[in-house]
């Protein structure tokens, strides 16, 4: 039984924590508000409103452009997991996804959904209507 747990523990990586810096904030009025500050080491960030269980990626595109992608798979609402510089995975079917959140590889049909971004004084306002 020990023998078997230790084979099938390293697979549930869709069931483990983050292996990525994730920044933890609130949704207030149906907005999360994070500081622009946070792109200057890196054009990425991850984000986990509190009481989530999905990421929502924010990517830098230039300097007055960003996106904001709900890591959840279009399959079976499985968390994704980022794949390098070529987007997003899903550990669970093997569902891959760009990182403009476009499937790559199903059996995923859909996009990822993406939220709408915007730049007020010196934050990322991501607007929040629809909540996974």
């Not at 904001?68 to 996804?97: D, K, M």
Request: glycine share 6%; hydrophobic share 35%; with cysteine.
């Amino acid at each position: 039984m020990l023998a078997a747990a230790g084979y099938f523990l390293p697979k549930l990586e869709g069931c483990s924590p983050a292996t990525y810096a994730v920044f933890k904030t609130d949704i207030v009025d149906k907005k999360i508000t994070i500081p622009l500050a946070m792109f200057a080491t890196s054009p990425i960030q991850f984000v986990r409103p509190k009481g989530w269980y999905y990421d929502i990626a924010v990517q830098k595109r230039d300097e007055n452009n960003y996106t904001a992608l709900l890591l959840q798979c279009t399959h079976q609402e499985n968390q994704l997991i980022p794949a390098g510089n070529n987007g997003y995975s899903c550990s669970l079917h093997g569902s891959q996804f760009d990182v403009n959140g476009i499937v790559r590889k199903g059996p995923a049909e859909k996009r990822l959904e993406q939220y709408t971004t915007k730049i007020q004084d010196n934050n990322l306002v991501i607007e929040i209507l629809k909540t996974p």
